[in-house]
């Protein structure tokens, strides 16, 4: 089983920029479709971008052009890149793994991470 580990995230006022990492052990992720999703309380998870092992991505409509999904297969670790944050992306962040296609879907995934907060102040 993949473990997965999100770090990066904090507090960043709007308009900023914040780069989340999700650290992989016990599977090399470059062949792996990965993914980013988001929840607040309340409501379920909402998927925002995925890349499978061919580099294949997909986002979200409403984070095209803010948010940036990557792996460094280096340091096996999933990255996210979010510029423009507003405070509406304020939300608990998960990574995860197992999708067959890149896809936005949470119950296409097998594995999560715990999630880490960002919140951004206006």
């Known amino acids: 089983q993949v473990h997965l580990v999100e770090t990066g995230g904090g507090s960043v006022q709007a308009g900023g920029s914040l780069r989340l990492s999700c650290a992989a052990s016990?599977?090399?992720?470059?062949?792996?479709?990965m993914g980013w999703f988001r929840q607040v309380p309340g409501k379920g998870r909402e998927g925002l971008a995925s890349i499978d092992g061919s580099g294949y991505i997909q986002y979200a409509d409403f984070v095209v052009g803010r948010f940036t999904i990557s792996k460094g297969n280096t340091k096996n670790t999933l990255y996210l890149r979010m510029d423009g944050l507003k405070a509406e992306d304020t939300a608990m962040y998960s990574c995860?793994?197992?999708?067959?296609?890149?896809?936005?879907?949470?119950?296409?995934?097998?594995?999560w991470g715990q999630g880490i907060q960002v919140t951004v102040s206006s």
């Open positions: 995860a793994a197992g999708c067959a296609v890149p896809t936005l879907w949470e119950s296409d995934y097998r594995n």
């Open positions: 016990g599977y090399t992720i470059s062949r792996l479709c």
